[in-house]
T-cell receptor
């Protein structure tokens, strides 16, 4: 079984600053994948970034990067140079390599203030 | 671009009604999913299908059933809607997962209110 925990229900940041969203997970899989999804007020869930557990290098996508600590089972998302359009609910999720099911955390509501 | 389309964005149904939520994807994905999203609970998997006519229960299947007669279409059925099924329902699809962890793509969601 997989579990994903996001301990920050809400966060806020000033425009242009950096913010880090926390996520911890637990899994019995040896081969698994981790994701951050963004859900803006329009409700369309969008993939932000993904990380293969077998890769030691942290994934990056433009202003978004992760800090993947496999031993600690931690997968935090860093957003640099925050923009107003980054305001959204962010979900951390895990996918075990031997099954199809994506397990989500409860989400963190990020507000970027002007 | 992958397109996952949920036919109804907003529905209001009465208690006891049979409700169909339809989802279509256009990328020939094998896997399709129905999630339910509630504030403070995140997304919870109701059912998923890994092939036509194949389905597996997710974490909260009670009160729901599904149908997948064609590869591109996955329907969620509430046999007798109840007020505790008022929620946002998200459909998703992905390629055959296997060991590659293919990305899952979501529809825009269907807001269901049961009165």
């Amino acid at each position: 079984a997989q579990t994903v925990t996001q301990s920050q229900p809400e966060m806020s940041v000033q425009e242009a600053e950096t913010v880090t969203l926390s996520c911890t997970y637990d899994t019995s899989e040896n081969n698994y994948y981790l994701f951050w999804y963004k859900q803006p007020p329009s409700r369309q869930m969008i993939l932000v970034i993904r990380q293969e557990a077998y890769k030691q290098q942290n994934a990056t996508e433009n202003r978004f990067s992760v800090n993947f600590q496999k031993a600690a089972k931690s997968f935090s998302l860093k957003i640099s140079d925050s923009q107003l359009g980054d305001t959204a609910m962010y979900f951390c999720a895990s996918l075990g390599g031997s099954n199809y099911k994506l397990t989500f955390g409860k989400g963190t509501l990020l507000t970027v203030n002007p | 671009d992958v397109k996952v389309t949920q036919s109804s964005r907003y529905l209001v149904k009465r208690t006891g009604e049979k409700v169909f939520l339809e989802c279509v994807q256009d990328m020939d994905h094998e896997n399709m999913f129905w999630y339910r999203q509630d504030p403070g609970l995140g997304l919870r998997l109701i059912y998923f299908s890994y092939d036509v006519k194949m389905k597996e229960k997710g974490d909260i299947p009670e009160g729901y059933s599904v149908s997948r007669e064609k590869k591109e279409r996955f329907s969620l059925i509430l046999e007798s809607a109840s007020t505790n099924q008022t929620s946002m329902y998200l459909c998703a699809s992905s390629l055959w997962a296997g060991p590659s962890g293919n990305t899952i793509y979501f529809g825009e969601g269907s807001w269901l209110t049961v009165v």
